[in-house]
């Protein structure tokens, strides 16, 4: 059975279903796996012709085994990857935008954006294990924009999960909006925060840090990117992709829009687990916390930047610490002594040479501002009529700057489909592409909602009167 280590070295091991339901580790860390599966080049190659849940299987029940039966995570795997949930029967489909270079597709998924292939499993693991254990638990969290709506669609269907989501009234899109409101479910609640998103973030954080308001009955779970399960399943598509292209007897080059480091934290797992990847490229927008500690070793925690890219906008990268964790031999103690300079010295760490030296061996970063994220979505669309999500455009313009060599084949994970990004469609100039098929009536939808005041109180007493009624 796989078991899971904390990245500070102080906090109990811990299996698949108690990592799913654990955030943070107790001494503060994340957890990780103690060991990864590891695939020979053979073994991937016979995977060749495999649709996707079939390949998804291969990759994930190393990690869950023990915890969930092989047969149960088939099934789960077909109802989540399949043409009626997700709007395109390859699931992941390449999109081919040069010679030898890439987009990778992951927003065919009910919410339009990758977070759905990860949030859509995490919702069914969630329910097999909360039933197997008899229990029940409350998902709380902020979103200003795609979390929220994708673990909203991830969990609608969950019988042991009720899911509260804050988001800042008024100050999302209206597409995002009415992705969470019009989502029908007696154990989905959209909270309207009259605030911004840091009040709704730190209501979320106030309440994970004293759960009393739930009086002792449940217990609040995480679904945001710190929580294991979601890299496990998002390590596939990084398979599945080279695979399509003639992986793993040549290997690929993986460009990732990158805000907290999850997603690119999966083709680093990927490679970890036997897949030929050449380099994985860090792509930021001007919250550039990571680019800055590539290119000058200095890892400094500024304010926030709004921009054109809001699902990017992140003043912590916190998935960082499970790289960190391997840069540092795996020495939980040493990467807690780190963490601690970070938290008592102006939030700020530099790494060693041979450190950085190792990070830089496999990784490049880029930094793209609002500007040359325009420009990029403009420029593909000349070359081939494709408009791509600003998100990904800061993923092709980072792969285009930072490529080692045009002989490997450059993939750039497309996070989200444009018809979410308004601001920055509108800024190109570009005509607002239309909602893809499943999603043509969300316009007409009913909503639900609840709008509160910013305060602590009146949204946990919401909470508590709301949880499961039976
Ligand atoms: C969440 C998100 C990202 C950033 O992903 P991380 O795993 O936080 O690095 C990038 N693009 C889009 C569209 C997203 O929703």
């Given at each position: ?22 955030g943070?580790?107790k ?5 990780v796996?103690?060991?990864?599966p590891?695939?020979t ?35 789960m795997l ?35 954006a ?8 995490l ?41 509260f989501?804050l ?14 409101t019009?989502v ?6 959209n909270?309207a ?24 009955e ?7 990117s ?5 890299i496990m ?9 080279s ?7 040549r ?5 990732v ?46 304010s ?46 530099e790494?060693?040479?041979e ?10 970063s ?11 979505m ?12 600003p ?12 490529r080692?060599?045009?002989n ?8 989200a ?6 601001d920055?469609?509108n ?44």
């Amino acid at each position: 059975m796989m078991k899971y280590i904390s990245t500070r070295g102080n906090a109990p091991e811990l299996a698949f279903d108690e990592v799913l339901l654990t955030g943070l580790a107790k001494d503060g860390g994340l957890y990780v796996p103690k060991e990864v599966p590891q695939f020979t080049l053979e073994e991937i190659e016979s995977w060749r012709d495999l649709p996707y849940t079939e390949l998804a299987h291969k990759v994930i029940y190393p990690f869950v085994e023990g915890c969930v039966e092989a047969d149960a995570l088939k099934q789960m795997l077909e109802e989540v990857y399949n043409n009626t949930n997700f709007g395109h029967k390859a699931i992941a489909p390449l999109q081919q935008l040069d010679h030898n270079e890439y987009v990778l597709e992951l927003f065919h998924g009910p919410t339009l954006a990758f977070k759905d292939f990860a949030l859509q499993l995490l919702g069914r693991l969630l329910d097999y294990v909360l039933e197997k254990r008899q229990e029940k638990v409350v998902i709380m969290g902020a979103t200003s924009g795609d979390t929220g709506s994708a673990a909203i669609e991830g969990t609608k269907a969950c019988q042991n999960v009720d899911i509260f989501i804050l988001h800042p009234y008024g100050k999302v899109s209206e597409v995002q909006r009415r992705q969470m409101t019009t989502v029908v479910g007696d154990n989905i609640h959209n909270i309207a925060i009259e605030g911004n998103f840091d009040q709704a973030q730190d209501m979320v954080k106030a309440s994970f840090g004293d759960q009393s308001f739930l009086r002792g009955e449940r217990k609040l779970v995480a679904v945001n990117s710190i929580n294991w399960a979601r890299i496990m399943a998002q390590i596939v598509y990084y398979f599945y992709s080279s695979l399509n292209l003639g992986g793993p007897l040549r290997p690929m080059a993986y460009s990732v829009p990158t805000g907290n480091f999850g997603d690119i934290f999966a083709g680093y797992m990927a490679r970890k687990m036997g897949l030929p990847i050449e380099q994985l490229i860090i792509a930021t927008n001007e919250n550039d916390v990571l680019h800055r500690l590539m290119a000058s070793n200095l890892y400094e925690v500024h304010s926030l930047k709004h921009t054109i890219t809001p699902s990017m906008d992140i003043a912590v990268s916190s998935n960082f610490e499970r790289l960190l964790f391997d840069l540092y031999d795996r020495d939980g103690l040493a990467l807690a002594d780190l963490m601690n300079q970070m938290a008592d010295r102006t939030q700020s760490i530099e790494l060693s040479e041979e450190k950085l030296a190792k990070a830089r061996d496999l990784f490049d970063s880029l930094a793209v501002n609002e500007e040359a994220t325009v420009e990029t979505m403009k420029q593909v669309f000349d070359e081939s009529g494709y408009l791509l999500d600003p998100h990904t455009a800061i993923g092709v313009k980072a792969a285009r700057e930072c490529r080692r060599n045009a002989n490997i084949p450059m993939i750039t994970l497309g996070t989200a489909h444009p018809v979410k990004f308004e601001d920055a469609v509108n800024r190109g100039g570009f005509d607002m592409p239309k909602l893809p098929h499943h999603l043509s009536d969300l316009m007409d939808r009913e909503e639900r909602l609840e709008v509160l005041p910013a305060d602590l109180k009146t949204v946990q007493d919401f909470m508590a009167q709301n949880t499961f009624k039976d």
